[in-house]
């Protein structure tokens, strides 16, 4: 993230100590890693951050209180699911009469994150 002046130049020498904070602006998930930078040179880099929930258009809010104009967001981007992490009966089974399952399960696969992995890599 850049810090820049009314002309949009960026400020490489401002004279107090300013922050930036990261926030999700989009409504599914959370922002993980450490959502605070300080600007160094003009420049505020983030080295962590993470979103724990698979979207096609989270976007991302830029605070930083003492600028003019203290809040922007990030364009839309993609969150896609991780590998295959783990599994999950998302239908239990249930009602077995002569030996049939009624109720038959659904099993599927979750990435780290918990998103189910629609497409997941051949083992």
């Known amino acids: 993230m850049w810090l820049k002046d009314a002309g949009g130049n960026v400020v490489l020498n401002h004279s107090a100590a300013l922050a930036v904070t990261a926030t999700l602006a989009s409504p599914n998930g959370t922002l993980l890693g450490d ?60 009602d077995a009469e002569g030996g049939v399952i009624n109720v038959q399960p659904w099993v599927e696969i979750l990435d780290a994150g918990g998103n189910k992995v629609l497409t997941p890599a051949p083992y």
């Open 35 to 94: 959502a605070t930078a300080s600007f160094v040179l003009g420049v505020a880099v983030f080295s962590d951050l993470a979103i724990d929930f698979a979207q096609p258009a989270a976007q991302l809010r830029f605070t930083a209180p003492g600028v003019p104009r203290p809040d922007v967001l990030s364009q839309p981007f993609a969150v896609e699911t991780g590998p295959a992490a783990a599994l999950r009966v998302a239908r239990q089974p249930a």
